[in-house]
């Protein structure tokens, strides 16, 4: 029982789902600190309302505390332009550019003599000078 224990910490998916959430934590970390020290105060210049959480309605005797949802809404708003600007679309970039690298390599076939990789519009084989189809 505890070696299956061990074969199921090992495997390579719970290792990377770990570190995953540990490095997701973080990131949320930092992304909290961008949005509520950088970009709400930045708001609150332009507008001059840093905070909406007193803003409230009364109907019939009820209070409806709008406030706080509205700075719950600002608030997710922020953070996923800040994730799709700073995360999404740098990560999209780099993946573009690395397809476009790897589509720029020639397309591979094994030289049926000797078996060595050579190019697909080889008519030689550069390992055994043997003629390809």
Request: charged residues 15%; proline residues 5%; aromatic residues 10%.
């Amino acid at each position: 029982m505890l070696n299956e224990f061990k074969k199921f910490l090992l495997r390579g998916n719970v290792v990377d789902l770990a570190v995953g959430v540990v490095v997701g934590a973080s990131f949320g970390t930092v992304v909290t600190a961008l949005v509520s020290d950088l970009i709400t105060p930045l708001i609150a210049a332009i507008i001059k309302a840093p905070d909406f959480s007193n803003l409230m309605f009364t109907l019939n005797g009820s209070q409806f505390m709008y406030g706080h949802f509205l700075n719950a809404v600002i608030s997710f708003v922020l953070m996923a332009a800040a994730v799709f600007f700073f995360v999404v679309k740098p990560i999209n970039v780099l993946m573009a550019r690395y397809k476009k690298e790897s589509a720029t390599l020639p397309a591979m076939k094994k030289c049926p003599e000797c078996l060595g990789e050579i190019p697909a519009a080889a008519k030689r084989c550069k390992h055994c000078t043997q003629a390809v189809a």
